[in-house]
């Protein structure tokens, strides 16, 4: 008994030692990289010392005595957060993702070389001045510099994936312009009414289309501006996985010193992407005293603020949407398939040969074709019987960099309007408010002049008929400065009226988060802070109201018996349409808003096209919004039936379903049914697909009841084939208070450090969940008085 009992004790041993040096192991993995935030550090290039202050949150405040150790600084301590994050965008705009990920990522890196961002970054960098060429040079530097002092001590997603950094330069800070205005949904859209046109005729295919003339919501009035009249999606299933999704939907909005209880301004943006860890956005404050004091939003992986304020203007931007990649079908010889028709020549395709290495170190040869438009982009849509190619507004001349390094230095409109004048790559309504009173918005957008008879096909390519004659002049784009009604806003809905002498957008959204938005800024005489942040966190859906009252007067109460349904229609009838996460009546809504779609649409379309169709958001949008609008459509008969079904019928099949599947699913207690049990956000980090890596290294955060959805203000949205996920949402909120800028606040949902061990990733979480904010502290003395760390960087 006693050698047993000493072989037991000897088994648990060793397996205790295991479990410990296995933690320890662990413990050890998780904290490589975590930067050391206390201790003076010696960095090599500094002309004199750095002072880095972290305040509670973990935003670092940089002053430097020059710029250019203030953008060394700026490489150093970002890639001390975000290193893997970087290198992730990095290889997403160079088409090298196979390398780490292996051989499915094949098809989507061909498709991210053949949008040639290199090309484009080369000629940005050349047409740059020397101030700009510097600070891209230094912050490059400073991060080299941490890619030597930290070489063996990576972050722990490089020790998974088995590799480590290469040395960072300026041209791929630069990439990163180009990639962030790939957002091709309008494109996208395209494709899917093409193959949505082979299963219906015309009438049908009219009645999902946005009627851009009829849309009389617009964020700009013709009037308002003097004007001078003269998805294909990257493979993004894939990028989407990985959390390398930027500038999708937006708000932004300002009042002015007449609207605002402060007697100042007040600036309220929020940018909309993928809830991902790491988050997209950098929190960050530069300050060279008498040359440069800004604080924001950065992109990890550039040294400039792209949202945020500095001692004179805030800003802030929403996508505009605009019509800024066009498909070309190619007209091919017949006898030589390199070659297509132009102008009634043919034309040689440019070849070029690219070699992707994948995971492993195997080499793939594999070419692409482009002609003077852009490259072939049939074969990587699976289109057999087609030759499309592309033309968008990321291969044509702009300079973002100019824009954003003069805008963290403007100090009035002028300056302001002077900076964005060469922003066209990445199309944006930017919100403008400054100290002495005056709050503006511009369109800073490259909108293409080119015929517009054909707005929802494929084009032509066989002339140069449909091809693109230059761009809208930047005094020109809709603009309003010191409007008479003392706000501006815009959220991504239609830009300006029809009276407007060129084609901006087609896809734009509905304008359900503008029209409460804009409710209430007039709901008052004057906003302050708190207003500005109940607007932020509003969960009150005027789609809901629209919806719930059209299918409500269609339902045919009497001929109802179930319990559960008729307690579901008084809940409807009492509900105020306010989206929250303890409600009830928002998991009814939703779910009868996607029954009701799926019978719509689903018998004429049939299951494949139909998930398509579902899957971009502006096509069922647009198309449900028709009908509850006019009441009618072509749409509403089921064909599969003998029956010519009306929209009382459908209405009423689509409520009983919808309360059959939910008893069915959640019981037929409706007092149950909340809608934060249902709708959960959970941040997902890019390697948390293998479980055992999340479960080990607590990759995920989550996940959280919320409220919302994708047509409130507070945006929580959905996939339609995941009801339960929340996937996409504000990116982070800010509201900028000119003149007194120690009272701006703002958050993010994750938090600045990409380290899954740093007591700053996903620290903000909470806050972000609650609606809460974490103050921006910007004077020296409250910096001073709320730091938690002192980092000196010496030379």
Known sequence: MKTVKKIIILVISIILILIIGLLITVNRLSKRGLPDYKNDLVLKGLEKPVKVYYDSVGVPHIFASTLSDLYLATGYVMARERM??????????????????????????????????????????????????????????????????????????????????????????????????????????ELVLEQIATKVDSIHLAEILPNVPAEKITIFKS????????????????LDKLGCDILSGSNNWAVSAKKSSTGKPLLANDMHLAFNVPGIWFQMHQVVEGELNVTGLAVPGQPLIVVGHNDSIAWGMTNTYVDNLDYYEETINPADTNQYLYNGEWKNFEIRNETIVSKGGAKHEIKYRLNHRGPVVSGFKN?????????????????????????????????????????????????????NGNIGLYCCAGVPVRKRDKIFAVLPGATDEYDWQGFVPFDELPHVYNPECGYILSANNKTIDSSYPYHIGTWYALPYRYLRIKKRLEGKEKLDMHDFENMQNDFVS?????????????????????????????????????????????????????????????????????QQFISVYQLSSFGINAILKNGNSVWIDNVETDKIETLNDIANESFIKTIQL??????????????????????????????????????????????GSSHTVSPYKYQVARPDLVVHGASHRNIFCPGNWDSSISVIPTGNSGICASKFYCNQTRLYINGEYHPDYFSNFSIEKNKLYILNLLP
């Not at 009035?412 to 919100?431: G, L, V």
Request: proline letters at 2%; one cysteine or more.
């Open 84 to 189: 893997w994050q970087m290198d992730l965008l990095r290889r997403v705009t160079l088409g090298r993702l196979s390398e780490i990920f292996g051989d499915e990522y094949i098809q989507t890196d061909l498709l991210l070389r053949s949008m040639r961002y290199s090309e484009k970054s080369e000629r940005v960098l050349n047409s740059s001045g020397q101030e700009i060429s510097l600070a891209l040079q230094m912050f490059s530097e400073g991060v080299n510099k941490y890619i030597d002092e930290y070489k063996g001590n990576y972050p722990v997603e490089f020790f998974i994936l088995g590799y480590e950094p290469e040395k960072w330069t300026p041209i791929h800070s630069a990439n990163l312009i180009s990639y962030m205005a790939w957002d091709l949904k309008a494109g996208w859209s």
């Open 223 to 238: 009037d308002s501006n003097k004007l001078l009249a003269s998805n294909m999606i990257l493979n993004l299933i894939k």
């Open 383 to 435: 289109i057999k019987d087609k030759v499309l190619t592309i033309r968008w507004v990321g291969d044509f001349e702009s300079n973002e960099f100019r824009s954003i390094y003069l805008v963290n230095r403007a100090k009035n409109w002028d300056d302001f309007k002077n900076a964005f004048s060469t922003f066209k790559t990445i199309s944006q309504n930017i919100a403008y408010a400054d100290c």
């Open 542 to 610: 005027a789609y809901a109201e629209e919806f719930t009252q059209t299918m409500l007067k269609l339902i045919d109460r009497k001929d109802i018996q179930d319990k559960t349904m008729l307690e579901a229609i008084d809940l409807l009838k009492q509900w105020d349409y306010n989206m929250l996460a303890q409600l009830a009546a928002p998991t009814i809504f939703e779910c009868w808003s996607e029954i009701l779609t799926e019978q719509l649409y689903k018998d004429e379309l049939g299951n494949e096209i139909f």
């Open 662 to 707: 939910l008893k069915d699913k959640l019981g037929s207690d409706i007092s149950t049914w909340r809608w934060g049990n249902q709708h959960k956000l959970v941040l997902q980090h890019p390697l948390a697909k293998v479980k055992i890596l999340d479960r080990v290294f607590k990759l995920n955060r989550g996940p959280f009841s919320v409220g």
